[in-house]
T-cell receptor, first 113, second 112 residues
Framework: EAQVTQNPRYLITVTGKKLTVTCSQN?????MSWYRQDPGLGLRQIYY???????DKGDVPEGYKVSRKEKRNFPLILESPSPNQTSLYFC????????????FGQGTRLTVV | KNQVEQSPQSLIILEGKNCTLQ??????????LRWYKQDTGRGPVSLTI?????NTKSNGRYTATLDADTKQSSLHITASQLSDSASYIC???????????FGRGTSLIVHP
């Protein structure tokens, strides 16, 4: 079954404690991306990757890092989380042309206290 | 600045009725427009994808239209069901860019 898997689904952490949210896809997609979703603001892109070792900033990259060492994995790293990063996060993947269906993960609800 | 505006912000209809959601965009140059359905707390699921040359695309009871001249799209839902209750998101990607522009969504509630 084609899917994008995020872990964890829920996470509560304290300010400043580094964390990583993992994302894995099984469709051999080149393009992967991370979004955050906040009430009233909709989905906003954090980072995207066109392929292995190719990453670029989206609309709201501040405070986040990503890496793409393997095609299937695209982890999101928060080096020093702050309360304003409390949000619902989604990972997504699609083919490089962007003209096929994009698949989203189940979401990770992060709370930073 | 690229923008995608959706209307209405929220909509309540009775089961079995039809409804139409609107999406206006200023993204340029245009590459493609997608409609997604997002159930509460879950990831968006793609309904349709349309390019510049496509005017209409259907997916079951969902029919999307695109007018690239006026930069408007609509999503028509026929014979609504309770399971249609969700947020519907319009997303436009510009040519040469890999950063999609998302609308804020229309929240649809279908009552029995």
């Amino acid at each position: 079954e084609a899917q994008v898997t995020q872990n964890p689904r829920y996470l509560i952490t304290v300010t400043g404690k580094k964390l990583t949210v993992t994302c894995s896809q099984n469709m051999n997609h080149e393009y992967m991306s991370w979004y955050r979703q906040d009430p009233g603001l909709g989905l906003r892109q954090i980072y995207y990757s066109m392929n292995v070792e190719v990453t670029d900033k989206g609309d709201v990259p501040e405070g986040y890092k990503v890496s793409r060492k393997e095609k299937r994995n695209f982890p999101l790293i928060l080096e020093s989380p702050s309360p304003n990063q409390t949000s619902l996060y989604f990972c997504a993947s699609t083919t490089s042309t962007g003209m096929t269906e994009a698949f989203f993960g189940q979401g990770t609800r992060l709370t930073v206290v | 600045k690229n923008q995608v505006e959706q209307s209405p912000q929220s909509l309540i209809i009775l089961e079995g009725k039809n409804c139409t959601l609107q999406c206006n965009y200023t993204v340029s140059p245009f590459s493609n427009l997608r409609w997604y359905k997002q159930d509460t707390g879950r990831g968006p699921v793609s309904l349709t994808i349309m390019t510049f040359s496509e005017n209409t695309k259907s997916n079951g009871r969902y029919t999307a239209t695109l007018d690239a001249d006026t930069k408007q799209s609509s999503l028509h839902i026929t014979a609504s069901q309770l399971s249609d209750s969700a947020s519907y998101i319009c997303v436009v990607t510009s040519g040469g860019s890999y950063i999609p522009t998302f609308g804020r969504g229309t929240s649809l509630i279908v009552h029995p």
